[in-house]
């Protein structure tokens, strides 16, 4: 299957769409400027507090009328292009695919190595998050604005979060495991020239906020590459930039003030892509200033250090581990906790970890977004992914009357990043939505990623769907037909981009995973079709037990627009914090509407069904994987990296493939 490259068969129509384009956008913006002037959000309301009241009502009475004159003029031409624009789109394609020439660029795409199906297994991560990017009087009504300045600072965070080194910490203690409540300490790798490789006995909180510059691409990378190969260390199924940090268990797991001080050092090494970007440090004119900075806020929209913090991820190991693999190349500064932290185990018969993280995961192979209705924010946000993102689908979705019922005005908002090669894509746009939703081409994104090869020369491929489902409340009939579509697309999808066969396989599905913004949750009584669909029969829901039923760990991931910007989740470190307290869930989640309760979420202390409305999905199935092969959830991620700049929380999941070889 072809992957296209441009909306247009050919630079003719695509000449003529950018003119007809441009004859419309005037009209546009003056149109989206008027209305926004009339939609302040909180931080506005905020921000003008201390103004004189007759000064808001003074800027309306001059802007107005200036917005309302140039509209009307701009109209006649906003007539023309639309009548050219429209015919156009039935020859528009459903996506634009974006590969970036030079790789150098992007520093995930340098990490990788290609996996051959040998040793233990492999693990991949994904993402998920709806971003909110609509034109800037829409987003408005969900109390956030901007959207070109949020468009660049969440791909910005989005990929400085997942270039961190993914860390794995091993408790070498055969006797003792036990973490001190004591302990919040941080690790340092040993600097530059040390020629003593030691072990820090260290307790282990669940995260450790940790200051990272490090070197992501280019030659260091190579050569870390080679160093990693030659001691032999380096597991097949592990990222390059995977750090393993070997905890002694002698004095039980114990680590006192001194030593604490002593391995506190500071980060000093840039990366590459933060010297490309240094061009960008200033703020753009309008960007969000949601907060001013603090001592110790690392989360402000203007800090840059935000999105390169990192979390400690915690394994408890037998063996030993060759302090020869740390890298020596980096510097670590972690703070002492302040707060006892949620990823200790407290359900303790779950097989795999979860947390509410303030960063996304390390090594972050793809990304599915929803809501990225605006194509100059989608162009900005393209941008920035490619900065560790190779390969990206944006504007995806149909216009005008071309492939749906209804005249669409936007696109689906679906927005696929990957570091890896994408071999298939298809989109299909759901034909039934309703109300305002039918004016956007609400679909279905089907991708198939080539992740490997094995030593047979047989493509190791998977799947990944991404959707984004009807979003008003009581169509609960509509979200079931689309979500039956759903499956019947997929299935078809993965049978016309197949070339295997049971005889003769030449490809082994290493894994099948549906993300997106489903509109519904498992908590609330009106979503009853939705919990009890059949696809959470073929797909397993690694937050759910049950129809209506929640795992204790699970968190709603619907933020309440009117506390966006308030002091306490203005920052993905508060908003973490907040998030991991029951009554700080009830005071910013929105939770399932109930005729006991009024709609306003702020300071609510009535006992509520569940822990909020989680309404963002990440489903996987070993069903049509090779048969050989087990797939199981090694960690699941609840993400506050984007807060003050959308109302959903991003989720993301890490999914290990276990082939059932050991490693050689």
Not at 109 to 123: D, I, R, V, Y
Not at 627 to 639: D, R
Request: charged share 25%; proline share 4%; net charge negative.
């Amino acid at each position: 299957m072809v992957l296209y490259t441009s909306p247009f068969p050919n630079s003719f129509l695509s000449v003529l769409h950018s003119f007809s384009w441009g004859l419309i956008f005037p009209c546009y913006w003056f149109a989206d400027r008027l209305v926004a002037s009339f939609v302040p959000t909180t931080y506005e309301k905020r921000q003008r507090a201390d103004d004189p009241c007759y000064f808001q009502a003074l800027c309306i009475i001059i802007t107005t009328p200036i917005y309302l004159a140039l509209l009307v003029a701009s109209l006649p031409f906003a007539l023309i292009g639309f009548l050219l624009w429209s015919p156009l789109q039935s020859t528009r394609r459903p996506y634009i695919y974006s590969r970036l020439g030079d790789k150098s660029q992007a520093s995930g795409a340098t990490l990788l190595t290609e996996w051959k199906a040998a040793g233990s297994g492999k693990s991949f991560c994904f993402g998920s998050a709806n971003v909110c990017l609509l034109p800037d009087s829409l987003a408005r009504f969900n109390n956030v604005f901007n959207t070109q300045a949020r468009a660049r600072e969440i791909g910005r965070r989005i990929r400085n979060g997942a270039s961190r080194p993914q860390i794995k910490i091993y408790i070498d203690s055969p006797t003792n495991t036990s973490i001190s409540a004591a302990s919040f300490s941080s690790l340092v790798s040993p600097q530059v020239g040390d020629s003593t490789n030691r072990a820090v006995n260290v307790g282990i909180k669940r995260t450790s906020s940790m200051e990272y510059k490090g070197e992501n691409s280019g030659s260091n990378n190579s050569e870390d590459s080679r160093d990693a190969k030659a001691g032999g260390e380096l597991n097949e199924g592990e990222d390059n930039n995977t750090c393993i940090v070997r905890i002694s268990g002698e004095d039980n797991g114990h680590i006192s003030d001194t030593e604490v001080d002593a391995i506190s050092g500071q980060a000093n090494i840039s990366s590459p892509a933060e010297h490309s970007l240094e061009g960008e440090r200033e703020s753009p004119k309008g960007q969000i200033p949601n907060h001013k900075q603090k001592e110790g806020d690392s989360g402000s929209l203007d800090s840059y250090t935000a999105s390169r913090e990192s979390l400690v991820k915690v394994r408890i190991g037998d063996g030993t581990v060759d302090q020869s693999n740390i890298n020596n190349k980096l510097l670590y500064k972690a703070s002492v906790m302040k707060k006892t932290s949620v990823r200790k185990k407290k359900h303790m018969d779950e097989i795999f970890d979860h947390e509410i993280s303030a960063f996304f995961p390390a090594n972050l192979d793809f990304l599915c977004l929803q809501e990225v209705f605006d194509k100059r924010a989608a162009e900005k946000l393209k941008q920035q992914l490619h900065h560790y993102f190779e390969y990206v689908l944006y504007d995806v979705g149909v216009y005008g009357c071309h492939g749906c019922c209804s005249f669409k005005f936007v696109n689906s908002g679906l927005l696929f990043a990957s570091r890896y090669p994408v071999m298939d894509a298809a989109y299909h746009c759901y034909p039934n939505g309703k109300g305002t939703d039918s004016l956007a081409s609400k679909g279905a994104l089907f991708l198939k990623v080539q992740v490997g090869n094995t030593p047979q020369d047989q493509r190791i491929v998977g799947y990944i769907s991404c959707t984004h489902l009807q979003a008003l409340a009581g169509d609960t009939t509509v979200r079931c037909e689309q979500l039956d579509l759903l499956q019947d697309w997929l299935a078809e999808f993965r049978k016309s981009t197949s070339s295997s066969s049971t005889a003769n396989p030449e490809e082994l599905v290493a894994f099948d995973v549906i993300c997106g913004d489903l509109n519904f949750d498992n908590c609330s009584s009106e979503d009853k079709l939705e919990q009890q669909h059949s696809l959470f029969t073929r797909y397993k829901d690694p937050c759910r037990l049950g129809p209506g039923e929640e795992k204790p760990w699970a968190i709603g991931t619907l933020l309440d627009p009117e506390g966006l910007y308030d002091e306490e989740v203005c920052t993905p470190d508060n908003l973490q914090k907040v998030l991991e307290s029951e009554e700080g869930r009830k005071g910013y989640l929105v939770y399932p509407t109930s005729k006991n309760h009024s709609s306003s979420q702020k300071g609510r202390k009535a006992a509520l069904k569940g822990s909020g409305r989680r309404i963002d999905y990440m489903l996987y199935t070993e069903e049509g994987v090779y048969l050989e092969w087990k797939v199981e959830v090694e960690e699941f991620n609840f993400i506050t990296q984007l807060a003050g700049l959308t109302d959903h929380l991003p989720v993301a999941m890490r999914l290990m493939v276990s082939t059932g070889e050991e490693d050689s």
